[in-house]
């Protein structure tokens, strides 16, 4: 089993910027994949962004140039940067662990407005 917390979202304006952290705790494993996917009201939950235990990234078209993906492996922390969000990056950010199978953690809201 593997427990993942999250936190820093929020409420933020225009252009603004966030920084999320997920930690995970339990059967870590030394080969994993993290990553943040996100749901918006009345759509599908999709995908942000991915990193390797050994540090290969993949983005969504949508935040390439504006979020960055990294983790620390010694705290089994995954962050996401947020910068130059929009509205249309609001949504309830999940993150996930994956290794073997699969795992999410309960969100965070992420609102974007003036």
């Known amino acids: 089993q593997v427990q993942l917390v999250e936190s820093g979202g929020g409420l933020v304006q225009p252009g603004g910027s966030l920084r999320l952290s997920c930690a995970a705790s339990?059967?870590?494993?030394?080969?994993?994949?993290m990553g943040w996917y996100r749901q918006a009201p009345g759509k599908q939950r999709e995908l942000v962004a991915t990193?390797?235990?050994?540090?290969?990234?993949n983005y969504a078209d949508s935040v390439k140039g504006r979020f960055t993906i990294s983790r620390d492996n010694a705290k089994n922390t995954v962050y996401l940067q947020m910068n130059g969000l929009n509205p249309e990056d609001t949504a309830v950010y999940y993150c996930?662990?994956?290794?073997?199978?699969?795992?999410w953690g309960q969100g965070t809201q992420v609102t974007v407005s003036s």
């Open positions: 339990g059967s870590i494993g030394s080969f994993n994949t």
């Open positions: 990193i390797t235990s050994g540090g290969s990234t």
């Open positions: 996930k662990f994956t290794r073997w199978t699969s795992y």
